[in-house]
């Protein structure tokens, strides 16, 4: 679809997210929709009640600017369980619509014109798009799959990019679409480039929890020196399996947190209130439950990595998050990852994502014959994904 010509410079070759797209073609073919990252199945029970209770009970309207207290007590009190950080939960933490919304105020808040953010290419949409409604440059460094399926990035590139206009590095780890879950040298060289040069780090984390076999999350803030300059950012929609609800947060020292409110209160002022004392509560809920998740998910994961095999596919192993890249050249010699997306619901019923789409322009090439599939679907939901990928087209 040809852009119109109303949209603003900055935004113009955005067009529509790939999520809308595909996930609207899932609805018109009945296509099964492995595309858009989120369940077909619902998070833990107290979590749905208590959303329920809170709207019977009248908690209907704005909440607070920075989210409910009850929520970011609950921040505070996971980020010190799991990670060892203290934040402050009136003045370091900021409750915002998703982790979109907490990246959005980031880039906002923090960019001055032509500033530059070092990030990792592939990448989530919405990070080049922010980067440019901020008046920033995106300044992307590859990540490349190694033979064991991991993607790793060059440390002297990486030291390359980084210029005298560079403000911030964008890291994701857990890592969308690759799954890759950064080590501990990797971060360890992040964060000593950051020192080194005196810039912010912003690290979306909304896949901390969904980690499997040997990998370790590390949240860069944990490392000498870095939590001062670390804008760390989540959401309870993978964790809680409620990516409608759009709950998300900031942890930040209160300096950069108060760029990232100044940003995000004139984007929706507040969202949700209702949900928020429920994520509260699942953000509570045992370290069971938190291990259950991430072993579940690697079983869903194993389901799907052997079926994408079948189906002819060469897969890369993903060490967290609920995607697997595939290279769909065994099967399609001319490598067309967004034509073979598009062909896929009419002609195997099923709906993936081009990881193209995750690319910068001038990488574009790095992306073209890769794509990928959400294994967070119930084992029926795979299994059968995978009997259609396997059959002849229709
Ligand atoms: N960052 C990454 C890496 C993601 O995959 C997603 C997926 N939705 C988000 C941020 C956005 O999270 P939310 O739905 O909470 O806005
Ligand atoms: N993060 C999810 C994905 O990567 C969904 C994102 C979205 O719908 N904007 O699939």
Known sequence: MSQSPHVADALK???????????????????????????????????????????????????????????????????????????DADTEILITAGATEALAGALLGLLNDGDEVVMFEPMYDSYMACVAMARGRAVPVLLRPQADGRYVFDEAELREAISPRTRAILLNTPHNPTGTVFTGKEIECVASLAKEHDLIVISDEVYEHLVFDSARHIPIATLEGMKDRTVTISSGGKTFNTTGWKIGWACAPAPLLDAVRTAKQFLTYVNGAPFQPAIALGLDLPDAYFDKIADDLRRKRDILLAGLQQAGLITFKPEGTYFITTDIRPREPDGNGVEFCRRLPHSHGVVAIPNAVFYSPEHADAGRHLVRFAFCKTTELLESAVERLCASVR
Do not use: C, K
């Open 13 to 87: 070759g955005f067009g529509t997210t790939i999520f809308s797209e595909m996930s609207a073609l899932a609805a018109s073919t009945g296509a099964i929709n492995l595309g858009q990252g989120f369940p077909n199945y619902d998070g833990p029970t107290e979590v749905l009640e208590r959303a329920v209770a809170e709207i019977n009970s009248g908690n209907n309207q704005y909440s607070p600017g920075l989210g409910m207290a009850v929520l970011r007590e609950a921040i505070a009190r996971h980020q010190r369980r799991f990670w060892n950080l203290a934040y």
